[in-house]
């Protein structure tokens, strides 16, 4: 493999080039799968677009999907700074609900502005609580936090099952869920937003969260890049043994990155549940956690990756009802084989072409400051 | 006597419910003495699940199921090398995007090929392994003890259950008996030793991967040709993460990792039969609950018992000749 010195690459070419070369790779692999598949993949990606483009209520169910994107890729990739793989957003964000749940029902006397204030803590206390437990036990024990987040993802869902059925399910209904808030604790949406300006469109789930995931953006980037813990926990990432010898405690940050990872995937929570179902629903996390794994790679663990990354599956994910609802042989888990490939090709391949990219750029840089 | 009866039966799903975390486990042991993490014994596992179903149901016969469950693990063990050892990219983005690229492929395709609930065709007697009956296994049933032993607990096993408890022995004496078993760890404990002594550390890890495919989707062909008829989405159910688990707290050594995948599968075989049960003082425990059970053991023996898990020490570090 040749070798490029870092230093002469410009930004562009490894932040920019590269991640979209690889993102054509693995679209160029999915449009195969939809081949196997019995279907025209060419035909999906113009489905795809007008899903998600085509009209307002397509573009804002996407932008709703860029929300819950950006706090579970924004939790996967806090985690990934201090070296922990954070498998459990699912379960984070399922416990999140709970939290959310719990807050605004028990508070519902309150002004609603500070129900919603509350309701958010709890989203983050919840998450990080659930995240605490693999994050004391990888710290102390050395029990690998892949194997103990992956265990509490199926925990939380028996426990969430458990309890909608049995403890707080809305008896007078049959589903296992909960009864809904009170009306004037749901978020406003998107329609209500346009028709303050006198434009009527119909129902989305996009709702001021999305307002929410912004700000976390820029609460993860001022955290991790411009805080002295944050730089503690990055060094603890980087090297370990150097980090020690620093005086850098690793227990203490991988404890408390793990608890903000958490926080941050039970967020997702107040999206599904003050945003959009204003109730618990069994299983509404539905694979937003593990999605988030694959929006943080695509985004290089940076909320300025992370937001693009977080917009196309968005996209792909708008689109992609799209298609199951016109192709009869792809359903959404088709989508999910595509994650698998995006994954595949901007995080464990991510070298495939780096060098060959970086080379040819630097050499076409040289002999223009020479020329 | 009717407690005795209840046991021999708990013994039994035990046997058979351990039977595809003992192949995981020993194909985890393969990769990760090498030196090459693997999360990915969840996603190969449900690959090997949906190619034997399908194989065997348009071939008509199990064997070549397996067979194209076996070139399937293997080439899915050469992808994650492809990207971990020869491009050095991260070994646990390379496992987790196997997973979840395999859940999505496998049921994509089963909704694609045979319509959209996800399942593949429920397979004919031809098409599927049947138990198979011990010798002498009827005349022996009425002999005290001994009976109850041989034909309750040991006969009547699909061919996988003999096959996984037959290998762990020859899993330990190719890892530990043999110049290849040496090689193999060796690569795992300090790959730059084992290059200066002229070995290949790249080729050692394919061929561990190779191994690992091998055995990994005989726990998959379980699943779908022998237990069940067909193939349904997720129908891996975590259990690649439990064989790895049961792999740590055996502390990479086949035999220690056996006695966890039996831990397990008795928890899990428990954990059907207290369905509904009313327990003294106790009362019935909700189903949810119970079912939750081999994962909490798992987080529990992974915290308590097994202390700080010594892994292999290059483990998870791409290597890197020097030039």
């Known amino acids: 493999m040749a070798t490029v010195d870092k230093s002469r690459v410009p930004w562009w070419v490894s932040n920019l080039i590269v991640p979209l070369v690889n993102l054509t790779l693995a679209l160029f692999v999915s449009g195969l799968f939809i081949f196997i ?12 677009i007008y899903g998600s483009f085509g009209y307002i209520e397509g573009f804002a169910y996407t932008l709703y999907y860029t929300t819950n994107f950006i706090f579970t890729g924004l939790a996967f990739a806090v985690a990934f700074h201090c070296r922990l793989f954070n498998i459990g957003g699912e379960g984070q964000a399922y416990i999140g609900g ?56 199926f925990i939380a869902a ?13 008896t007078t209904q049959m589903g296992p869920h909960t009864v809904a808030l009170p009306e004037e604790q749901w978020f406003p949406s998107f329609e209500d937003f346009a028709a303050l300006f006198g434009i009527k469109i119909r129902y989305s789930p996009l709702n001021i969260s999305f307002l929410l995931a912004i700000a976390a953006s820029f609460f993860v980037w001022f955290l991790v890049w411009k805080t002295r813990w944050g730089y503690e926990m990055r060094a603890v990432g980087h090297n370990t043994q150097a980090a020690i010898y620093a005086g850098i405690s690793p227990y203490k940050n991988i404890i408390i990155a793990m608890c903000i990872s958490g926080g941050l995937a039970g967020l997702l929570g107040v999206n599904e549940i003050l945003g959009v179902h204003h109730k618990i629903v069994a299983g509404f996390p539905a694979g937003y956690g593990f999605t988030g794994i694959a929006v943080a790679l695509m985004g290089r663990n940076h909320p300025i990756g992370i937001f693009p990354a977080a917009f196309l599956f968005g996209i792909l994910y708008q689109g992609g009802s799209e298609v199951t609802f016109d ?15 995006i994954i595949l090709f901007s995080g464990a391949l991510e070298n495939l072409f780096r060098p060959q990219i970086e080379n040819f750029f630097v050499n076409r840089l040289n002999l223009k400051a020479k020329a | 006597m009717e407690f005795l009866s209840d046991i021999a039966s708990l013994i039994n799903s035990t046997l058979r419910i351990s039977t595809p975390l003992v192949f995981a486990a020993m194909a985890g042991i393969f990769a990760e003495r090498s030196g090459v993490i693997d999360f990915s014994l969840e996603g190969k596992m449900l690959m090997a699940a949906f190619v034997a179903a399908v194989g065997s149901y348009f071939l008509g016969n199990p064997w070549l199921g397996l067979l194209l469950a076996i070139i399937a693990c293997v080439s899915l063990s050469m992808l994650h090398g492809f990207a971990s050892v020869t491009y050095k990219g991260d070994q646990v983005v390379s496992c987790v995007a196997i997973n979840i690229l395999i859940i999505g492929l496998t049921t994509a395709l089963a909704a694609a090929w045979f319509g959209q609930a996800g399942l593949t065709p429920t397979l004919n007697e031809d098409q ?11 005349s022996l049933r009425d002999v005290p003890i001994i009976g109850t ?27 530990f008996k043999t110049s290849f078993g040496l090689r193999l760890r060796a690569v795992g404990e300090n790959p730059s030793a084992v290059d200066t002594a002229g070995i290949n550390v790249f080729a050692m890890r394919y061929k561990a991967l190779a191994i690992n495919g091998v055995l990994i989707a005989f726990a998959g062909a379980h699943l779908s040709t022998a237990v069940n008829a067909n193939f349904f989405r997720e129908m891996s159910a975590g259990r690649g993460y439990l064989a790895l688990a049961a792999m740590i707290f055996g502390k990479w050594h086949p035999k220690t990792a056996l006695v966890a995948c039996l831990l397990f599968g008795f928890t899990d ?6 369905q509904g049960v009313e327990l003294p003082a106790i009362g019935e425990i909700p189903v949810q ?8 053991l798992t987080v529990v023996l992974l915290a308590g018992f097994v202390g700080k898990a010594i892994a292999p020490n290059a483990i998870g570090q791409p290597y890197i000749k020097e030039r």
Do not use: C, K
Request: aromatic fraction near 16%; charged fraction near 10%; charge should be negative.
């Open chain 1, 37 to 48: 598949a019995g279907e025209n993949p060419f035909e999906a990606v113009s489905l795809i």
């Open chain 1, 98 to 153: 709970l939290g959310v749940f719990l807050v605004a029902i028990n508070f519902s006397f309150l002004p609603v502005p500070i129900v919603w204030l509350l309701a958010v803590g709890g989203a983050v206390v919840f998450g990080a609580a659930w995240a605490f437990i693999p994050a004391y036990l990888q710290a102390t024990r050395g029990s690998h936090v892949v194997i103990t987040t992956i265990m509490f993802n």
């Open chain 2, 128 to 138: 599927r392994f049947l138990e198979v009956n011990l010798p002498f296994a009827e």
């Open chain 1, 327 to 341: 192709m009869p042989n792809i359903t959404r888990y088709m989508f999910v084989a595509v994650q698998g490939v």
């Open chain 2, 289 to 296: 609950l119970i079912q939750a059970l081999p994962y909490v």
């Open chain 2, 149 to 175: 032993i041989y034909s309750d607990i040991l006969s009547g096993h699909y061919i996988f259950v003999y096959l996984a408890y037959a290998i762990v022995p020859l899993v330990f004496w190719v890892v």
């Open chain 2, 269 to 274: 075989a428990l954990q059907i039969r207290l």
């Open chain 1, 158 to 170: 028996s426990l969430m099952v458990f309890l909608l059925v049995d403890v707080i399910r809305d």
